[in-house]
């Protein structure tokens, strides 16, 4: 098999094709502090792209309850569980580097199922029912159901916790989709990565569904082919009459509740890694502050989707799921300095991607100490600015304070 270079595991590792990379990269940072299950972005991308027979049970964008729920149920348990067997105790990191075996390596020793070029598996019908199955189910004490530790609710750590999980698919630079499908069916586009099934190719084989580790593409039964996010490409291209002519971010990143959500275009090197782009929001938050990181790096395909990892968690956990940048990650949320509580004000101020920002400094509000480390709040500016470099909106680290008048007392 091709060696490709994974910059998340910080090595080599084997993928069935030769590298390829795209000019730019569709990639999104999630911020899990700020998730509220509201399931709007949910609903979004249902009414916009699988409200048809066949797709009652498509999910492309959900939002689970971790740790117990998933959709499907149990897939990042299940896929955990496959590599420990391919790979007993060694799925491990050192000093940054990933030392265990992804999926790609672990598939072709998995002699059990018969060699393949992923390892996975394909989840039940049982399994694809319930979109937030266990929503809003907390971790309790240790062999005691349905009890929380009384006195759990204290950062660092809480003893009693969940959050929810919003997931889309990463529109991965390895995709494992891509990778199983013996069709060719699946591609990723050179202009933005985005990675797509070719419907008139596709012979609902569902390796793709068998293979994508985050279990993001799945198979129609009325039209017996796979489907996926499609990243909502007409915005992204700009090519939505909604747009005007200017990339627009997705359904589910524009209609978020709770503000979590940013999505953008990266710029790519021939090689694979990110150009430097200093004043990108997204370039900035995952290469400069190191605030948001991958969902299980582990599985190899270099998910382009990117989250903040919520503060309150059990360690341990989070580093399963995010990899070993978990405790700097969380400090420099916990207690972020002047460029990042800016550039945090971006996030759902306006529709149009980001290609750019800019702070104007504003005056000192107040100093204070949090989580024992000193803290200075500047009510500094944060300008966004479009691809053809034109302003989008302007925004300020202090919310605007409104006073309703009088005259609408009552009147709703
Ligand atoms: S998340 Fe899954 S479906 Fe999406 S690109 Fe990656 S492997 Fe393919
Ligand atoms: S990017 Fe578009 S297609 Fe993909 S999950 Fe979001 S709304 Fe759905
Ligand atoms: S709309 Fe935003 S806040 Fe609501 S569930 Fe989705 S990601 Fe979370």
Redesign the pocket.
Same mark, same amino acid.
């Given at each position: 098999m091709p060696k490709v270079f994974n910059s998340q595991l910080g090595r080599h590792m084997e993928y069935p094709h030769e590298e390829h990379h795209p000019d730019r990269q569709f990639a999104f940072v999630f911020n899990l502090n700020r998730c509220i299950g509201c399931q709007t %972005?949910t609903m979004? =991308?249902?009414s !916009? /792209? !699988?409200f048809s027979k066949g797709q009652e049970y498509m999910w /492309?964008?959900n939002v689970e309850t971790k740790p117990y729920g998933g959709y499907p149920q149990h897939w990042d348990v299940k896929i955990l569980d496959l590599l420990e067997k391919a790979n007993p105790g060694g799925q491990i990191w050192k000093d940054g580097v990933f030392q265990g075996k992804t999926i790609f390596e672990a598939g072709p020793n998995d002699v059990s199922n018969g060699p393949k070029r992923v390892l996975g598996y394909l989840p039940t019908d049982e399994e694809w029912r319930f979109p937030n199955i266990y929503e809003d189910n907390a971790v309790g004490p240790k062999g005691h159901e349905a009890e929380y530790v009384k006195d759990g609710v204290k950062l660092p750590e809480h003893k009693t916790w969940f959050f929810y999980l919003a997931r $889309?698919?990463n529109h991965c630079s390895y995709p494992a989709c891509l990778a199983a499908c013996p069709r060719n069916a699946i591609y990723k586009r050179p202009e933005d990565g985005i990675v797509l099934i070719d419907q008139e190719r596709c012979r609902g084989y569902r390796k793709c569904v068998e293979a994508c580790p985050y279990k993001k593409a799945m198979y129609r039964p009325t039209t017996r082919v796979s489907e996926k =996010? $499609?990243? %909502?490409y007409p *915005?992204v291209e700009g090519s939505d009459p909604a747009s005007n002519g200017n990339p627009m971010e997705? *359904? =589910?990143?524009a209609s978020c509740i709770g503000q979590i959500r940013l999505?953008g275009l990266a710029k790519i090197n021939e090689d694979g890694s990110w150009a430097e782009d200093r004043q990108n929001p997204l370039y900035y938050m995952i290469k400069v502050a190191k605030v948001a990181l991958p969902l299980y790096p582990q599985f190899g395909t270099e998910p382009n989707g990117y989250y903040i990892p919520p503060r309150w968690v059990n360690r341990e956990f989070l580093k399963q799921m995010f990899g070993p940048g978990v405790e700097y990650a969380i400090d420099a949320y916990k207690v972020p300095d002047r460029e990042l509580l800016a550039v945090l004000q971006l996030f759902r101020k306006g529709e149009q991607i980001i290609f750019k920002y800019e702070i104007k400094k504003g005056p000192k509000v107040f100093e204070t100490e949090i989580h024992g480390k000193p803290f200075t709040l500047y009510n500094d500016t944060v300008i966004a600015y479009n691809k053809k470099g034109k302003e989008i909106f302007r925004t300020q680290v202090e919310e605007p304070f409104h006073v309703r008048p009088n005259i609408h007392q009552n009147s709703i």
């Amino acid at each position: 098999m091709p060696k490709v270079f994974n910059s998340q595991l910080g090595r080599h590792m084997e993928y069935p094709h030769e590298e390829h990379h795209p000019d730019r990269q569709f990639a999104f940072v999630f911020n899990l502090n700020r998730c509220i299950g509201c399931q709007t %972005c949910t609903m979004a =991308c249902k009414s !916009t /792209w !699988t409200f048809s027979k066949g797709q009652e049970y498509m999910w /492309w964008n959900n939002v689970e309850t971790k740790p117990y729920g998933g959709y499907p149920q149990h897939w990042d348990v299940k896929i955990l569980d496959l590599l420990e067997k391919a790979n007993p105790g060694g799925q491990i990191w050192k000093d940054g580097v990933f030392q265990g075996k992804t999926i790609f390596e672990a598939g072709p020793n998995d002699v059990s199922n018969g060699p393949k070029r992923v390892l996975g598996y394909l989840p039940t019908d049982e399994e694809w029912r319930f979109p937030n199955i266990y929503e809003d189910n907390a971790v309790g004490p240790k062999g005691h159901e349905a009890e929380y530790v009384k006195d759990g609710v204290k950062l660092p750590e809480h003893k009693t916790w969940f959050f929810y999980l919003a997931r $889309i698919c990463n529109h991965c630079s390895y995709p494992a989709c891509l990778a199983a499908c013996p069709r060719n069916a699946i591609y990723k586009r050179p202009e933005d990565g985005i990675v797509l099934i070719d419907q008139e190719r596709c012979r609902g084989y569902r390796k793709c569904v068998e293979a994508c580790p985050y279990k993001k593409a799945m198979y129609r039964p009325t039209t017996r082919v796979s489907e996926k =996010c $499609i990243a %909502c490409y007409p *915005r992204v291209e700009g090519s939505d009459p909604a747009s005007n002519g200017n990339p627009m971010e997705t *359904r =589910c990143m524009a209609s978020c509740i709770g503000q979590i959500r940013l999505q953008g275009l990266a710029k790519i090197n021939e090689d694979g890694s990110w150009a430097e782009d200093r004043q990108n929001p997204l370039y900035y938050m995952i290469k400069v502050a190191k605030v948001a990181l991958p969902l299980y790096p582990q599985f190899g395909t270099e998910p382009n989707g990117y989250y903040i990892p919520p503060r309150w968690v059990n360690r341990e956990f989070l580093k399963q799921m995010f990899g070993p940048g978990v405790e700097y990650a969380i400090d420099a949320y916990k207690v972020p300095d002047r460029e990042l509580l800016a550039v945090l004000q971006l996030f759902r101020k306006g529709e149009q991607i980001i290609f750019k920002y800019e702070i104007k400094k504003g005056p000192k509000v107040f100093e204070t100490e949090i989580h024992g480390k000193p803290f200075t709040l500047y009510n500094d500016t944060v300008i966004a600015y479009n691809k053809k470099g034109k302003e989008i909106f302007r925004t300020q680290v202090e919310e605007p304070f409104h006073v309703r008048p009088n005259i609408h007392q009552n009147s709703i």
